[in-house]
């Protein structure tokens, strides 16, 4: 940047600064500053549009343009010009901006005579805030330091912004991160929850973004930037890396160390912003490439320069992850991801999780719906809307989020959520009553679990039994691969807690979404279908036969359920099989007590399974199906792809028909059969399963009750006619003939 620019840039810096000193409302200085701003830079027009909600933006200052047109002319992301700018993160640079694409003409402005366009982004940080315009009669195009020089007036405005300098109630502009807000995510657990803000990683304030000494400035991001180097030095000497953590934290040193990182926040500096603001520019525009990068390996990239922004503001600012802030009561997690160690650390005192990023089946997920918080997933902007102590209340059913609510809604809320304590006390009622249907028929209620956490619900809920201990989650929450003895130790802790009742333990189900972060991801092209499950344990049985001599051990004179998941022909059964016949033929030779019975059993998660030959029904000691998986391959839709995961319906009659068909094949060899999908726990699912003769469903905890409620209400038989009926119509799906049946029963 040329040194006239450059002191010029300072210099406009300065004055913006001495114009936020002053006092007087939020307005009055917006209105300063627009004059300013047109003053230095020598154009005729310079506006201020900010977000009034996350679609609109308001023209909230103009020099130049008509006054009358302020707080009335609005328009929406992506709409017009201005836009533009807001939608894509980038500046619009035009001399002829009426011909532009997209240009929408705005009357009451009075911009029409003006031709040359120059927009860039208010934002911080990823945070979309507002558009900077200016405009001039001479048809010209804005020189790249122009542009430059007012993005850097952007940046400073951004920190401006959110500190609260433009709204004063005065005005009835609210300040940001004082409005209702609503989000709509994605349901990752269901449940109702009311609480606080507690941010997993609290947001830097940047108080300073002008600064007066350069070369202060650049001492100072110089020697935070030293201290990051020697800090990610610190973490690749690290004894215990493997090769893999090794090379990740080498690409993310090559950042640290990267000379352009360091010369462009040096030239922010020189243009008059402080070290902090120069970091968070640079951070800003990264986060705008991210946004667009469709490569997976590069946005990995750009992610590892924003963490290290991060650390860097961190370091200039002193303000730590502690901030010393107190958790607030009923405190409700809100991050942009979480992994599920650090999850699962928060434990159950969290009353609810909102996540910015994370999926279905991600792990935090898996967590949150084994401790039973209510999850709300995908929810954007949370973290730059939401500060710590805010009043929030998660949906989790919906996948909403409403941030700092209105009474209305709070209370429509609490509504919602007594009637839900309402039912779980009726529930309760029935714990310990069997789910016995009108006509006679009793169904065997058991619960799904993965950690030691969850056993305790195993009394509460009224279940018989663990129908599905997923034991990866073990695996999942460390750094390194657990070993037998610790296995033992929390088998064992998992069958006292169960008294006696049966705990079927399904043996490492990895690959597809659950990735080890200690095994290297196999780069597959569709993990679901993919080296996962049995098909890994199979290929390299050192752990399955750690697993199994853990769980052994674990019995200690006890009987013993194991499963295996995702067995998907004879063949794979009998192998697994004897991997656990083996080691009970090792375990007794090396003079261990030998569990009392020994049941082993499959999963039946693929269509293909439901074929096997007879043999496979003869051997196996019984079979669960393992719903989630066995209808995303019944119906080929993704269980993760929020695209198609809701868009084929369970109770659809050709996946009956086909459960059916599974049912009769178990029944001829009188195999047990069971279903421990996610389907097991929706009422209505579970009524035509029982009603088409599954005799034992497991379920997560909290759905026992409101299955074993409706169960003991209707008749089985009438509900198989029903789903009959609907097939002898020729209908898609039974759901409409039940619901409709299930209406009339009620009155
Ligand atoms: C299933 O696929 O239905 C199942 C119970 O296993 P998971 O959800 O762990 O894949
Ligand atoms: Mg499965």
């Given at each position: 940047?040329?040194?006239?620019?450059?002191?010029?840039?300072r210099?406009?810096?300065?004055?913006?600064?001495?114009?936020?000193?002053?006092?007087g409302?939020?307005?009055?200085?917006?209105?300063?500053?627009?004059?300013?701003?047109?003053?230095?830079?020598?154009?005729?027009?310079c506006?201020?549009?900010?977000?009034?909600?996350?679609?609109?933006?308001?023209?909230?200052a103009?020099?130049?343009?008509?006054?009358?047109?302020?707080?009335?002319?609005?328009?929406?992301?992506?709409?017009?010009?201005?836009?533009?700018?807001?939608?894509?993160?980038?500046?619009?640079?035009?001399?002829?901006?009426?011909?532009?694409?997209?240009?929408?003409?705005?009357?009451?402005?009075?911009?029409?005579?003006?031709?040359?366009?120059?927009?860039?982004?208010?934002?911080?940080?990823?945070?979309?805030?507002?558009?900077?315009?200016?405009?001039?009669?001479?048809?010209?195009?804005?020189?790249?330091?122009?542009?430059?020089?007012?993005?850097?007036?952007?940046?400073?405005?951004?920190?401006?912004?959110?500190?609260?300098?433009?709204?004063?109630?005065?005005?009835?502009?609210?300040?940001?991160?004082?409005?209702?807000?609503?989000?709509?995510?994605?349901?990752?657990?269901?449940?109702?929850?009311?609480?606080?803000?507690?941010?997993?990683?609290?947001?830097?304030v940047?108080?300073n973004?002008?600064?007066?000494?350069?070369?202060?400035?650049?001492?100072?991001?110089?020697?935070?930037?030293?201290?990051?180097?020697?800090?990610?030095?610190?973490?690749?000497?690290?004894?215990?890396?493997?090769?893999?953590?090794?090379?990740?934290?080498?690409?993310?040193?090559?950042?640290?160390?990267?000379?352009?990182?360091?010369?462009?926040?040096?030239?922010?500096?020189?243009?008059g912003?402080?070290?902090?603001?120069?970091?968070?520019?640079?951070?800003?525009?990264?986060?705008?490439?991210?946004?667009?990068?469709?490569?997976?390996?590069?946005?990995?990239?750009?992610?590892?320069?924003?963490?290290?922004?991060?650390?860097?503001?961190?370091?200039?600012t002193?303000?730590?992850?502690?901030?010393?802030?107190?958790?607030?009561?009923?405190?409700?997690?809100?991050?942009?991801?979480?992994?599920?160690?650090?999850?699962?650390?928060?434990?159950?005192?969290?009353?609810?999780?909102?996540?910015?990023?994370?999926?279905?089946?991600?792990?935090?997920?898996?967590?949150?719906?084994?401790?039973?918080?209510?999850l709300?997933?995908?929810?954007?902007?949370?973290?730059?809307?939401?500060?710590?102590?805010?009043?929030?209340?998660?949906?989790?059913?919906?996948?909403?989020?409403?941030?700092?609510?209105?009474?209305?809604?709070?209370?429509?809320?609490?509504?919602?959520?007594?009637?839900?304590?309402?039912?779980?006390?009726?529930?309760?009622?029935l714990?310990?009553?069997?789910?016995?249907?009108t006509?006679?028929?009793?169904?065997?209620?058991?619960?799904?679990?993965?950690?030691?956490?969850?056993?305790?619900?195993?009394?509460?809920?009224?279940a018989?039994?663990?129908?599905?201990?997923?034991?990866?989650?073990?695996?999942?929450?460390?750094?390194?691969?657990?070993?037998?003895?610790?296995?033992?130790?929390?088998?064992?802790?998992?069958?006292?807690?169960a008294?006696?009742?049966?705990?079927?333990?399904?043996?490492?189900?990895?690959?597809?979404?659950?990735?080890?972060?200690?095994?290297?991801?196999?780069?597959?092209?569709?993990?679901?279908?993919?080296w996962?499950a049995?098909?890994?344990?199979?290929?390299?049985?050192g752990v399955?036969?750690?697993?199994?001599?853990?769980?052994?051990?674990?019995?200690n004179?006890?009987?013993?359920?194991?499963?295996?998941?995702?067995?998907?022909?004879?063949?794979?059964?009998?192998?697994?099989?004897?991997?656990?016949?083996?080691?009970?033929?090792?375990?007794?030779?090396?003079?261990?007590?030998?569990?009392?019975?020994?049941?082993?059993?499959?999963?039946?998660?693929?269509?293909?399974?439901?074929?096997?030959?007879?043999?496979?029904?003869?051997?196996t000691?019984?079979?669960?199906?393992?719903?989630?998986d066995?209808?995303?391959?019944?119906?080929?839709?993704?269980?993760?792809?929020?695209?198609?995961?809701?868009?084929?319906?369970?109770?659809?009659?050709?996946?009956?028909?086909?459960?059916?068909?599974?049912?009769?094949?178990?029944?001829?060899?009188?195999?047990?059969?069971?279903?421990?999908?996610?389907?097991?726990?929706?009422?209505?699912?579970?009524?035509?399963?029982?009603?088409l003769?599954?005799?034992s469903?497991?379920?997560?905890?909290?759905?026992?009750?409101?299955?074993?409620?409706?169960?003991?209400?209707?008749?089985l038989?009438?509900?198989?006619?029903?789903?009959?009926?609907?097939?002898?119509?020729?209908?898609?799906?039974?759901?409409?003939?039940?619901?409709?049946?299930?209406?009339?029963?009620?009155?």
């Amino acid at each position: 940047m040329p040194e006239r620019t450059e002191s010029e840039s300072r210099k406009l810096l300065r004055r913006l600064r001495d114009t936020l000193a002053t006092t007087g409302g939020g307005q009055d200085r917006l209105d300063r500053i627009t004059h300013l701003i047109a003053d230095s830079i020598g154009t005729e027009v310079c506006s201020i549009y900010l977000f009034r909600d996350a679609e609109t933006l308001e023209l909230c200052a103009t020099e130049g343009l008509k006054p009358e047109a302020v707080h009335k002319t609005k328009m929406k992301l992506g709409e017009g010009l201005v836009g533009r700018v807001a939608r894509t993160n980038a500046a619009v640079n035009t001399a002829d901006a009426p011909s532009e694409k997209g240009f929408r003409y705005m009357p009451e402005t009075g911009e029409e005579i003006y031709s040359s366009f120059l927009g860039v982004p208010i934002q911080r940080v990823g945070e979309k805030l507002g558009v900077l315009v200016v405009q001039s009669k001479t048809a010209r195009q804005y020189s790249d330091d122009e542009v430059y020089a007012l993005e850097v007036v952007a940046m400073v405005l951004a920190e401006m912004t959110e500190l609260g300098a433009f709204t004063s109630d005065e005005d009835g502009m609210r300040a940001l991160h004082r409005q209702p807000v609503l989000l709509r995510g994605g349901t990752g657990q269901e449940g109702a929850a009311e609480g606080h803000v507690w941010l997993h990683e609290p947001r830097v304030v940047v108080t300073n973004p002008v600064a007066d000494d350069p070369l202060t400035e650049i001492d100072r991001i110089r020697e935070a930037v030293g201290q990051l180097r020697v800090s990610v030095d610190d973490l690749l000497s690290a004894e215990s890396l493997d090769k893999d953590q090794k090379q990740v934290l080498e690409a993310y040193r090559m950042f640290a160390n990267s000379r352009g990182w360091l010369r462009r926040m040096e030239e922010d500096i020189q243009s008059g912003l402080s070290a902090e603001a120069a970091v968070e520019k640079e951070q800003s525009a990264a986060r705008a490439r991210m946004d667009q990068v469709p490569d997976a390996y590069l946005r990995e990239r750009l992610n590892d320069l924003d963490d290290l922004s991060n650390r860097l503001l961190r370091i200039l600012t002193g303000q730590g992850q502690d901030t010393g802030a107190e958790m607030p009561e009923n405190p409700v997690l809100v991050a942009r991801n979480i992994g599920p160690a650090e999850l699962l650390d928060y434990g159950r005192k969290l009353r609810g999780v909102v996540l910015e990023e994370g999926s279905v089946g991600s792990h935090a997920a898996i967590v949150a719906r084994a401790l039973a918080i209510p999850l709300v997933i995908n929810a954007t902007r949370i973290t730059s809307e939401a500060l710590n102590g805010d009043h929030i209340m998660v949906d989790g059913d919906q996948g909403i989020v409403h941030l700092r609510p209105e009474d209305a809604v709070a209370s429509a809320f609490r509504d919602k959520i007594a009637m839900q304590a309402e039912a779980q006390t009726r529930y309760a009622s029935l714990r310990d009553l069997p789910a016995t249907a009108t006509c006679g028929t009793t169904i065997a209620l058991h619960m799904n679990a993965g950690l030691m956490a969850d056993l305790p619900s195993l009394v509460g809920s009224g279940a018989e039994g663990v129908g599905l201990f997923r034991t990866e989650l073990q695996f999942l929450i460390r750094n390194k691969m657990p070993r037998r003895a610790e296995l033992a130790t929390l088998y064992a802790r998992v069958m006292d807690a169960a008294k006696g009742k049966r705990v079927a333990f399904r043996t490492l189900d990895i690959g597809s979404d659950k990735v080890l972060p200690y095994m290297k991801p196999n780069d597959e092209p569709n993990p679901a279908m993919g080296w996962r499950a049995i098909r890994v344990g199979l290929d390299k049985p050192g752990v399955l036969r750690m697993q199994v001599q853990a769980l052994l051990r674990a019995a200690n004179g006890r009987p013993l359920t194991v499963m295996f998941p995702f067995i998907t022909e004879l063949g794979e059964f009998q192998q697994a099989r004897s991997h656990v016949l083996r080691e009970i033929h090792r375990e007794k030779s090396l003079g261990h007590i030998m569990p009392e019975s020994v049941e082993i059993g499959a999963m039946m998660e693929t269509p293909s399974l439901a074929f096997a030959p007879k043999a496979f029904f003869e051997l196996t000691d019984f079979v669960s199906i393992g719903g989630n998986d066995l209808k995303q391959f019944f119906f080929a839709a993704d269980r993760e792809n929020e695209r198609v995961r809701r868009r084929y319906d369970t109770l659809n009659l050709s996946f009956l028909s086909f459960l059916e068909q599974i049912i009769k094949r178990c029944a001829e060899f009188d195999t047990p059969l069971s279903f421990c999908g996610e389907d097991a726990g929706r009422p209505i699912e579970a009524l035509a399963l029982a009603a088409l003769g599954l005799r034992s469903l497991s379920m997560r905890p909290a759905s026992v009750g409101p299955v074993k409620a409706l169960l003991r209400r209707v008749n089985l038989q009438e509900a198989r006619a029903v789903i009959e009926g609907a097939r002898d119509r020729g209908e898609e799906s039974a759901r409409p003939a039940l619901m409709e049946w299930l209406s009339r029963q009620q009155g």
